[in-house]
């Protein structure tokens, strides 16, 4: 439960929008750090079996109640990531002999109807007004305990028992809303809009539409929002005319609630809940990321800054609190070291159960080491900013983890496997039959290393032995270089593997990459990820084999030609091209967009002269450029090390936006009618914008962050956050993008 304490305290703050500054040292723009507000889920699930889920409301004690079909309910327990359940309500147990069809909150205290009367146990009991309405199934309460009740096609008014006024409409009764400012009630009809004034006893039909499902008062009373079968209508209730037309571009028009909650607009919906923002889009709400069940029934203003999503498979508490991004990364940081540390490799967790990660278990992967080189490469720039003794021991567990995957396996020096684990049943294992065994009985070793993994270790290697002036980190830094260079080099630019062949993706050789036709993308990311390496190497050993092998290839080679190829001319491969080619080329590779931006570092920062530096920025930019419709974040921040323009609004926008859950739900957006889908394409771009992290598929950053959906496997995984966020976020502290957290007063200065 540590997590959650800690959870829980470091979202105690103020409130305070963020702000932008430009440094007077670097020139570069600086996100300034103070508080945003950061969504996430509390869910409460219903036994099998469970009534007929109503309504939900919260009163002033901060009390949640869910009105049934069986009675009052109530949820129980329940965290962050530690779903709660729902269950009887016996609190006041002569509730429990009331035929309760309809509750609400007046005043801020709970009020119920039954087939008799309307009443609460609030004000001491006294409110309790019969309306000799058998079938009753809504009402509202007004000023001074004024009630309209709603039965069927009939209403009535009642204040302590006694009927003021009653008349009928002409369609089915659905909802009724009282406005304070007007001293008016609102009644839905399933093709009207009506108003009544208790002072005139006057009923009023307003305005006439078809399908209506549920409706709110708006702009204090004066606009009403209609939801309907198809889409949702606003009526100004002053003129009682429709302004504009119904509106059918949001996530699912099949609206079943509407609820005005702190000024902002919620829909439930068939598939999910959805709110409107300041801009016209929505923030969207679906899958067990957020709500038990998809089948909205009632939403309401829930406690303490949280909105009450009630569903067909239970209650999902959307809570928003106030946090910074170093709060954010705090709770990731304790994330990974909680469950995702495995022989000290970052990894993911899988065969949970019902996102339950209690059941889970850390899984091996083709790629330990490059997403541990992705998270030992932020602990690094983690140890740069603050000088964390926690993250320089978690630098030194990685290491550990890293510099092992170069002497448990019997290949030649300076090879590194994959991954090692305790010997035990193969088929336990990813890719099972690329595992040897190692000399060491106790342990296996996974073959066939790829060029990611060798990029991913010089990256954070290379970044360890210049940013971590800690001895003897800093030396087995470098010489884990050396000899994965070494290797490389002596092997004529191959990862050479167990059966004295190249590996399969280990390939830098020209004979390999110039093979390749120049719209094939392997062809620049080999040419750009071997200059990157070497590079480091010559760096940091001063050894002039690797800047003698650097220049060949740029130079004798066309290496440089090759990594200098904008862009915008990779492609597919002609049809004459070889198969191998065809299937490099067959769509956008988002791997390669990772292995590219890892390779920035030494590409950039350690380049051998200044005029090849030159030259590489305009690559680097080059390839931003093209990236930014997915407004990545870790792509947007590595861009930082080379110019002051760069898209920091939507690098820290995918920071604020990434969803704490990184269980792996199920996710559809296929079917939202808010979105602008696009024509397949080569780059596999699916819509006109990126939708938010929190709204699409949890994936690393070599996934499409155009993915939209995601069926398969609900709940039986967790991500880390050490490569997908804490990456970007330390590496932008580092380059000084992003501020460390800001005082209030600091932050009113600017």
């Known amino acids: 439960m540590k997590n959650i304490i800690l959870f829980v305290a470091i979202f105690q703050l103020v409130f305070i929008s963020y702000s ?85 909150v007046y005043d801020h205290q709970f009020v119920y109807l039954d087939d008799k009367a309307v009443l609460s146990n609030a004000w001491a009991g006294k409110f309790f007004s019969e309306h000799d309405f058998a079938d009753a199934t809504t009402f509202a309460v007004g000023a001074d305990f004024i009630t309209l009740v709603g039965a069927g096609h009939q209403l009535k008014c009642i204040k302590d028992s006694k009927s003021l006024w009653s008349g009928k409409l002409a369609d089915q009764v659905i909802d009724i809303r009282y406005a304070p400012e007007s001293g008016l009630f609102w009644i839905l009809g399933s093709h009207s809009l009506s108003s009544f004034s208790p002072k005139d006893q006057k009923l009023t039909t307003v305005f006439g539409g078809s399908d209506f499902t549920s409706f709110d008062l708006h702009e204090k009373g004066s606009l009403t929002i209609i939801g ?48 409107l923002r300041e801009d016209g889009k929505f923030n969207y709400y679906n899958g067990e990321r957020w709500l038990p069940g998809d089948q909205v029934k009632h939403i309401s203003e829930g406690p303490e800054n949280s909105v009450l999503v009630l569903t067909n498979k239970g209650l999902g508490r959307i809570i928003f609190k106030q946090m910074t991004l170093e709060d954010k990364a705090m709770y990731f940081e304790r994330q990974v070291r909680d469950r995702h540390i495995r022989n000290g490799f970052n990894s993911s967790i899988e065969g949970m159960k019902d996102g339950n990660i209690a059941t889970g278990f850390v899984k091996d ?27 320089l ?75 971590i002036n800690v001895e003897p980190m800093k030396s087995r830094a470098i010489h884990l270089i050396d000899i994965l260079m070494q290797h490389i080099v002596d092997h004529n630019l191959y990862l050479v593997d167990w059966d004295g062949k190249p590996t399969l993706w280990g390939r830098w050789n020209p004979e390999y990459v110039n093979a390749r036709p120049v719209m094939v993308g392997d062809r620049k990311i080999c040419s750009s990820n071997i200059t990157s390496m070497l590079q480091t190497a010559y760096h940091f050993t001063k050894k002039e084999i690797y800047k003698k092998k650097a220049l060949e290839l740029l130079d004798k080679y066309g290496y440089l030609e090759n990594l200098m190829r904008p862009m915008k001319s990779i492609g597919m491969a002609p049809a004459n091209a070889d198969e191998l080619s065809k299937d490099l080329s067959n769509g956008w590779n988002h791997s390669d967009d990772e292995m590219y931006f890892l390779g920035y570092w030494g590409l950039y920062r350690y380049a051998l002269n200044d005029e090849l530096k030159s030259k590489f920025k305009e690559a680097i930019i080059d390839h931003w450029q093209i990236e930014r419709p997915e407004k990545e974040g870790a792509w947007n921040i590595f861009t930082a090390l080379t110019t ?57 950053h070599n996934g499409n962050m155009f993915n939209i959906d995601k069926k398969g496997g609900n709940g039986t995984g ?33």
Not at 369 to 380: D, K, P, Q
Not at 657 to 675: A, V
């Open 20 to 104: 932008w500054a430009e440094p007077v040292n670097t020139g570069k723009p600086v996100y300034k750090d103070i508080p945003y507000s950061q969504d996430y889920s509390v869910k409460y699930y219903t036994p099998d079996g469970a009534p007929k889920l109503l309504k939900v409301f919260s009163d002033r004690n901060n009390v949640i109640q869910i009105l049934s079909a069986d009675g009052l309910l109530k949820p129980y327990a329940g965290a962050f990531l530690y779903p709660g359940t729902v269950v009887k309500d016996g609190l006041y147990r002569p509730l429990g002999d009331k035929k309760i069809t309809a509750m609400g």
């Open 228 to 275: 309907t079968k198809n889409g949702y209508l606003e009526i100004n209730n002053i003129t009682g005319k429709q302004e504009g037309e119904i509106h059918r571009k949001v996530p699912c028009p099949e609206i079943t609630s509407v609820n005005v909650i702190r000024g902002k607009a919620w829909f439930g919906s068939a598939l999910g809940a959805y709110m």
């Open 365 to 391: 992967s083709d790629n330990d080491g490059l997403w541990t080189s992705m998270y030992l490469g932020g602990e690094v720039f983690r140890y740069a900013v603050t000088k964390s003794d926690e993250a």
């Open 393 to 467: 021991q978690n630098c030194y567990e990685s290491l550990d983890a890293m510099e092992r995957l170069y002497t448990i396996n019997s290949n030649p020096v300076g090879f590194p496997a994959r991954s090692f684990e305790r010997r035990g049943d193969m088929g336990r294992l990813s890719d099972h039959d690329r595992w040897k065994h190692a000399k060491d009985p106790e342990w296996d070793w996974k073959a066939t290393t790829s060029s990611d993994e060798a990029i991913g270790h010089i990256f954070a290697l290379g970044a360890m032995a210049e940013l």
């Open 644 to 700: 002051n323009e760069f898209d920091l609004k939507e690098a820290v926008w995918y920071l604020q936006e990434h969803p704490l859950d990184l269980i792996n739900w199920d996710i559809m957006n296929s079917h939202r009618k808010d979105i602008e889908q696009i024509a397949p394409n080569f780059r596999q771009q699916t819509l006109k914008e990126v939708l938010p992290p929190d709204e699409r598929p949890v994936q690393r």
């Open 718 to 750: 967790e991500e880390s956050a050490g490569d997908i966020w804490l990456l970007p976020y330390w590496m932008g502290r580092y380059l000084g993008v992003i501020s460390a957290p800001v005082k209030k007063n600091e932050a009113i200065k600017e």
